[in-house]
Structures are given as C-alpha cells and as structure tokens.
C-alpha cells in the first residue's frame, strides 16, 4: 500500500504551463507503476499517462501526448507530470494513482489513488 498526495494545480491560461507533484509515503515506493488520470465535470475518469517502476517507459494517451511528460524520482518517492500546451479541454481534476503491472490503463489496474488536485485552463 502507497499513500498519495498531488499537489500543482491551479489556474492557468490557454497556452501556459503547470507541473504536477505526487508524493507517495511508503518503504516501496520504486517498486510501484505510477499513473496520472484526470476527471472533468459530468464526464468518466480518464487515462493520462503511466510510468514504469524504473521510470525507463512511459505510455501518454494520444489526447495529450507530445505535449505532457511524466517523470519519477525514487529517491523522493515523487513523481511528476510537466504539463505544456494547456488547453482549455485539459481542465479537469488530476489523480495520481500506484500498481503493480505496467501494461494496462483500466482504473482496476490501479489500487491506490491521490485526492486529486484542480487544474484549470482558461481561454
């Protein structure tokens, strides 16, 4: 089990950046693939990006890739999402989640999750 806590949101304009932040308590923390999804208002939990335990693959939905890029650091049981480009359709509250399998973007494939942080993207 990984607790996590993103932090990073906020309001910003069309165009501009943001960089998300989960830090995750726990002894295993390396050991865990780490995911990002997002949930705007009225509208399903979706599939953001993912992270191997090495942090040596990453997987970006086609929504945003290109212009988000996921990083980790083990050592601070941190990890990352630098976020580029914004768009108003990339308002939404980010959820950090942790695994065990690198290979699926189900929700299910994910057994802990931040509280999420609000980022919004005005135009």
């Known amino acids: 089990q990984v607790q996590l806590v993103e932090s990073g949101g906020g309001l910003v304009q069309a165009g501009g950046s943001l960089r998300l932040s989960c830090a995750a308590s726990?002894?295993?923390?390396?050991?865990?693939?780490m995911g990002w999804f997002r949930q705007a208002p009225g509208k399903e939990r979706e599939f953001v990006a993912a992270?191997?335990?090495?942090?040596?693959?990453?997987y970006y939905a086609d929504s945003v890739k290109g212009r988000f890029t996921m990083s980790r650091d083990n050592a601070k049981n941190t990890v990352y999402l630098r976020m580029n480009s914004l768009k108003p359709e990339d308002t939404a509250v980010y959820y950090c989640a942790a695994g065990l399998i690198f290979g699926s973007t189900a929700l299910g494939a994910f057994s802990s999750w931040g509280q999420g942080t609000q980022v919004t993207v005005s135009s």
């Open positions: 726990g002894r295993t923390f390396s050991s865990y693939v």
């Open positions: 992270i191997s335990w090495s942090g040596g693959s990453t």
